[in-house]
Nanobody
């Protein structure tokens, strides 16, 4: 059973920063990759960033240069550092872990960016 627990969501002003955390039950090294997705009201869930266990990263164009994904194998945790936040970054942010063909999801953490 894979459990992913997100934390770090909050209300922040535009231009501010937040760091999200995703703590996994058990070792994250078993996963092919882990990542962050987000879903804004009335919109589809979209990829924000993901990281492979080898350390390769991929970002949505909308967050490149502002967000950084990282992982700590010892803590079984993946992070998303978000800088220069914009109102359009407002969404529920979900942690994802892929194990072969299976996707696991956390319950999400709300990020609200005020203008």
């Amino acid at each position: 059973q894979v459990q992913l627990v997100e934390s770090g969501g909050n209300l922040v002003q535009a231009g501010g920063s937040l760091k999200l955390s995703c703590a996994a039950s058990g070792s994250i090294k078993r996963f092919n990759r882990m990542g962050w997705y987000r879903q804004a009201p009335g919109k589809q869930r979209e990829l924000v960033a993901h990281i492979t266990m080898g350390g390769s990263t991929n970002y949505a164009d909308s967050v490149k240069g502002r967000f950084t994904i990282s992982k700590d194998n010892a803590k079984n945790t993946v992070y998303l550092q978000m800088n220069s936040l914009k109102p359009e970054d407002t969404a529920v942010y979900y942690c994802n872990a892929r194990l072969i063909a299976l996707d696991y999801w956390g319950k999400g953490t709300l990020v609200t960016v005020s203008s």
